[in-house]
């Protein structure tokens, strides 16, 4: 019923000559002008013949058969293979798939339309792609990821090579902006909160999508937080999106995932990454804060003083003065009500330390007073 290829260019090379029809059989043998060639069987509907260079060292046309051996058998009907001087001027109708999302992966582009050869190429915005020959009305190219890696529109070409050939009209192929979204995230958060964001598309998955989202941190002090992570622990988290979809699961099942904010102040960029590539990205800003405490307590006690331990955090990871204000006890006199000290030299020293990079701008600011028998309270820092 059909040949493919349909024709060839006079004086060129051997090739594969595929037959499709009816009522074949592992014995059946194409015939070329009525000479039988190499015929390897593929089903009751196709053959492939091996068809020598010195078969199409002319123009014109030649009659192309099939046999089928005794018992029954016989020739079928004639289908002309066409051999010309030079190759036809390719004509595209249609791409598929017509488009991808931006940042995608890797994929094979399906042409359709009519005069392709053995020698077609598809050309991308003019550069040349690996091409595979189906048929005079269809062939294949492998697009790159990184002719989809941002959002736009690219033209695609097919060239037929000389003697004749030449560059097809154009079919557009659309590059979308990915349609996932980071959702629920905070513009702000303040220091040891836990917002939390989802990941959706704008319309059901047509397809499974895998990926990962990454944090990354930005401090305003000179040091990193660790604590500042995703609820699940690290700063990397898995997720996918199921066919027919729109809102990421993460590791773990669910559809939220929260954010440790830490205590150092600074910027959270969150990135939803697929295939490799930024899909969407947002950020959350912790904001800068005066320290805070988080506790005190009386750590030791002697007949002339005791000790006091402050905890808490700053998140600019500076501290420049303490003050401790005393109340006496019911019925007794205290000479020293407040007492402030300069602690600027002994925090910059503490966040500066190798120590202190695990601990984010955590502190334990210890500081011995002494009470005198005049009731003054001083202390010894």
Do not use: H, K
Request: aromatic share 8%.
């Amino acid at each position: 019923s059909s040949l493919s290829p349909a024709s060839a260019v006079a004086a060129g090379s051997g090739f594969n000559l595929t037959v499709n029809g009816s009522g074949f059989v592992s014995g059946s043998v194409v015939r070329w002008n009525g000479a039988g060639r190499a015929t390897t069987f593929v089903s009751g509907s196709q053959l492939t013949a091996s068809i020598p260079a010195s078969d199409i060292e002319g123009t014109g046309s030649a009659a192309v058969t099939v046999f089928n051996p005794a018992p029954g058998g016989g020739t079928s009907n004639t289908v002309n293979f066409i051999i010309t001087t030079s190759n036809p001027v390719p004509t595209i109708s249609s791409l598929s798939p017509a488009s991808a999302a931006a940042g995608g992966a890797a994929f094979n582009l399906t042409v359709n339309g009519s005069n392709f050869v053995s020698g077609s190429v598809v050309r991308w915005n003019g550069a040349n792609r690996t091409t595979t020959f189906v048929s005079a009305s269809q062939i294949a190219a492998s697009i790159p990821a990184s002719d989809i890696s941002s959002a736009g529109a690219a033209t695609v070409t097919v060239f037929n090579p000389s003697p004749g050939g030449g560059t097809s009209n154009s079919q557009t192929f659309n590059i979308v902006a990915s349609s996932l979204t980071i959702t629920d995230l905070p513009d702000s958060a303040e220091s040891l909160d836990q917002p939390s964001f989802g990941l959706a598309m704008g319309a059901p998955a047509s397809r499974v999508f895998s990926g990962q989202v990454i944090l990354a941190f930005t401090p305003v002090a000179s040091a990193d937080d660790p604590a500042i992570q995703f609820s699940l622990g690290g700063r990397s988290v898995s997720f996918s999106i199921a066919v027919g979809a729109t809102r990421a699961v993460f590791a773990g099942g669910g559809t939220s995932l929260g954010i440790q904010t830490g205590t150092v102040a600074g910027t959270v960029r969150i990135d939803a990454m697929m295939d490799g590539t930024s899909a969407a990205s947002r950020t959350l800003t912790i904001q800068r804060r005066p320290p805070r405490i988080t506790r005190v307590e009386i750590s030791s006690r002697t007949s002339s003083g005791f000790e006091i331990a402050a905890v808490g955090f700053s998140n600019t990871r500076a501290v420049t003065s303490a003050s401790f204000r005393f109340t006496p006890r019911a019925g007794a006199n205290l000479a020293t009500t407040l007492v402030q000290i300069n602690v600027g030299a002994d925090f910059a020293a503490w966040y500066q330390s190798a120590a202190s990079q695990a601990f984010g701008s955590q502190f334990r600011l210890v500081v011995p007073f002494t009470v005198t028998t005049s009731s003054e309270v001083s202390a010894a820092f």
